[in-house]
């Protein structure tokens, strides 16, 4: 391995970027969520049932 081939890997971001989905109604956001963590699963208020809802992780879209 030259050592150009060193310097020209690309490098990954510590952080992603994901989509959240409401387990209720659908409903979705993006959110930020580090790359070695856990899939997030979080409580959050969902404005198509006028409550808190729980809200999984659904996809990975793009690294941040």
């Known amino acids: 391995m030259r050592l150009t081939n060193v ?26 969520r580090d790359r070695l963590a856990d899939k997030l699963e979080i409580i959050r208020f969902d404005p198509y049932i006028q409550k808190e809802s729980l809200y999984r992780e659904r996809k990975k879209i793009r690294s941040a």
């Open 7 to 32: 310097l020209l890997k690309k490098v990954k971001s510590k952080r992603i970027m994901v989509v959240l989905e409401s387990a209720v109604s659908g409903h979705q956001f993006n959110a930020f």
